[in-house]
């Protein structure tokens, strides 16, 4: 009977004790944990003739302003896919995505005619580096900071 009772109590303390913090799911692929981290950060250079201007955001799909108005002609982006950012300007632009020749290469749009960029979104739909971007032979996603090499997200430089 000694045994029971404390045994019975222990057993009510803990039915009745609250629950702790739900466990965190274990993401299935790469793009699960992507969402599960804060937002990368998208580095940008901006070029403008003999000068440039540096700039980091949120990959959060928020505009967030460049505060600069200098004429922009190249735009630099050393870690993070160009294509999945959106440039405001003041009129009509064309952009054209090329490589850079540095080793490893560097994303970076031709800006034309130049001109000020009033500001910039980039979206959190990508891949993080050194995770899958292809798993079973299925394309999971874009890498966010490079290219996918087989089946992983390779950086394009270290930054």
Not at 27 to 51: G, R, S, W, Y
Not at 122 to 142: H, K, L, Q, W
Request: charged letters at 10%.
């Amino acid at each position: 009977m000694k045994l029971i009772l404390p045994l019975a109590a222990l057993l009510g303390l803990a039915v009745s004790y609250p629950a702790g913090e739900p466990e965190e799911t274990v993401p299935e692929t790469a793009a699960d944990a992507n969402c599960l981290k804060p937002p990368q950060m998208a580095h940008i250079i901006f070029h403008a003739a003999p000068v440039q201007y540096d700039l980091t955001i949120p990959a959060d799909g928020q505009m967030h302003p460049t505060n600069n108005g200098l004429n922009v002609n190249l735009i630099d982006m050393p870690d993070f896919n160009i294509w999945q950012c959106d440039f405001v300007t003041h009129q009509p632009v064309t952009m054209v995505q090329q490589l850079t020749y540095n080793n490893p290469p560097v994303n970076q749009y031709a800006v034309g005619p130049p001109q000020p960029i009033d500001g910039v979104t980039c979206r959190p739909t990508c891949i993080p580096t050194y995770s899958y971007c292809y798993r079973n032979n299925t394309y999971i996603g874009a890498c966010c900071n490079g290219y996918c090499a087989g089946d992983t997200c390779k950086p394009w430089r270290n930054f």
